[in-house]
């Protein structure tokens, strides 16, 4: 089913990830006890909505991209521990948002906790991380730093609401769609590095680089992320594929093909989308379609270009073992399977 011509297996990619760990692993312990440290509650469903998506898993990306940022800069403090902690605390609150929104019951290959717990508890537990993390950045007391996070979070939502409005919508364009995910998902990841920068006290160019590279890599992580709605299979990628068609959005290898497909084509792909529940039938002659039309190699070379911005920022930071693991980091977006 997967058209694209890459020849990465699932143990380089493990590899990869495996050697960024190696340069971030013990700050990753720490971001994960400063993040149950934060659950904290005499409400005990937070804590356990919290814990049960850490357990479930999760590279931990956007934390990383924190961690050696403000490393690459130069930074020897351990602020990046908390800050690293607060992206996730959002990160986190997203998930379980966009859970209740897109109906999941699958996260990670895990049970979905709106599917656990119900869409009132997690929405409610989503705004006590977005609010916790705000009262967490006002006692860090670094301006620049809320200021960033705070630029994210109102991006993010807008990107959401952006994505909702354009559901089942055909007429979406590709640069409505760069518009959405630049804001529900690259924004955050720009964030994560233009903190760790911000820490690092950075001159404006290095940080500039940074929120740059941070934006980019989201782009390429969200492309090869609706990739893989298309040809993962369920057990690997850790949720259902085929959901994005079932929820009406029409991403970036749905648009291709819609613009090269006949109108029979397009009349089939609209019936999809309104399916519901959408048959495995009618979901592998999309699939038939993006194959046929290339809808994937499209994407994924999107994806690589992204990627190639990405390094390009990179030139403004000095040689640094950090930068290596950015620089491994970025080809890891494009390679992932999961």
Same mark, same amino acid.
């Given at each position: 089913?997967?058209?694209?011509?890459?020849?990465?297996?699932?143990?380089?990619?493990?590899?990869?990830?495996?050697?960024?760990?190696?340069?971030?692993?013990?700050?990753?312990?720490?971001?994960?006890?400063?993040?149950?440290?934060?659950?904290?509650?005499?409400?005990?469903?937070?804590?356990?909505?919290?814990?049960?998506?850490?357990?479930?898993?999760?590279?931990?990306?956007?934390?990383?991209?924190?961690?050696?940022?403000?490393?690459?800069?130069?930074?020897?403090?351990?602020?990046?521990?908390?800050?690293?902690?607060?992206?996730?605390?959002?990160?986190?609150?997203?998930?379980?948002?966009?859970?209740?929104?897109?109906?999941?019951?699958?996260?990670?290959?895990?049970?979905?906790?709106?599917? $656990?717990?119900?869409?009132?508890?997690?929405?409610?537990?989503?705004?006590?991380?977005?609010?916790?993390?705000?009262?967490?950045?006002?006692?860090?007391?670094?301006?620049?730093?809320?200021?960033?996070?705070?630029?994210?979070?109102?991006?993010?939502?807008?990107?959401?609401?952006?994505?909702?409005?354009?559901?089942?919508?055909?007429?979406?364009?590709?640069?409505?769609?760069?518009?959405?995910?630049?804001?529900?998902?690259?924004?955050?990841?720009?964030?994560?590095?233009?903190?760790?920068?911000?820490?690092?006290?950075? /001159?404006?160019?290095?940080?500039?680089?940074?929120?740059?590279?941070?934006?980019?890599?989201?782009?390429?992580?969200?492309?090869?992320?609706?990739?893989?709605?298309?040809?993962?299979?369920?057990?690997?990628?850790?949720?259902?594929?085929?959901?994005?068609?079932?929820?009406? $959005?029409?991403?970036?290898?749905?648009?291709?093909?819609?613009?090269?497909?006949?109108?029979?084509?397009?009349?089939?792909?609209?019936?999809?989308?309104?399916?519901? /529940?959408?048959?495995?039938?009618?979901?592998?002659?999309?699939?038939?379609?993006?194959? $046929?039309?290339?809808?994937?190699?499209?994407?994924?070379?999107?994806?690589?270009?992204?990627?190639? $911005?990405?390094?390009?920022?990179?030139?403004?930071?000095?040689?640094?073992?950090?930068?290596?693991?950015?620089?491994?980091?970025?080809?890891?977006?494009?390679?992932?399977?999961?």
């Amino acid at each position: 089913m997967n058209t694209l011509n890459v020849s990465i297996s699932n143990t380089d990619e493990k590899s990869r990830l495996e050697e960024i760990l190696q340069w971030v692993g013990e700050d990753l312990k720490k971001v994960d006890l400063e993040f149950r440290r934060n659950l904290s509650s005499p409400v005990p469903i937070i804590s356990a909505i919290g814990e049960h998506l850490l357990l479930s898993g999760g590279k931990r990306l956007r934390p990383i991209l924190l961690l050696l940022s403000a490393r690459a800069c130069g930074y020897q403090g351990e602020a990046h521990i908390s800050m690293a902690s607060l992206i996730e605390f959002i990160h986190t609150a997203t998930l379980l948002h966009d859970d209740v929104v897109d109906h999941a019951d699958l996260r990670r290959g895990m049970e979905s906790a709106n599917a $656990k717990w119900g869409n009132e508890a997690c929405v409610l537990v989503g705004d006590f991380l977005f609010t916790k993390c705000f009262s967490l950045l006002v006692d860090n007391g670094n301006r620049k730093i809320l200021q960033a996070v705070a630029r994210a979070t109102t991006l993010m939502a807008e990107g959401e609401l952006e994505e909702l409005i354009k559901t089942n919508d055909l007429s979406t364009t590709e640069g409505d769609y760069f518009s959405i995910i630049k804001r529900k998902t690259a924004t955050l990841f720009a964030a994560a590095t233009q903190v760790g920068a911000i820490l690092g006290e950075a /001159p404006e160019e290095m940080e500039k680089a940074l929120l740059d590279f941070g934006m980019d890599i989201g782009v390429a992580f969200q492309l090869i992320d609706d990739s893989l709605d298309y040809t993962s299979r369920e057990k690997e990628f850790g949720k259902k594929i085929g959901i994005d068609l079932q929820d009406g $959005k029409i991403t970036l290898p749905l648009i291709y093909i819609l613009k090269h497909c006949d109108e029979k084509e397009s009349a089939l792909i609209h019936e999809a989308i309104l399916s519901d /529940p959408i048959t495995k039938e009618t979901f592998f002659q999309v699939i038939h379609l993006i194959e $046929k039309y290339r809808g994937l190699a499209y994407t994924w070379e999107k994806a690589k270009e992204y990627v190639a $911005k990405a390094k390009g920022h990179l030139r403004h930071l000095p040689a640094s073992r950090e930068k290596e693991a950015l620089l491994s980091l970025s080809d890891f977006v494009l390679e992932r399977k999961l």
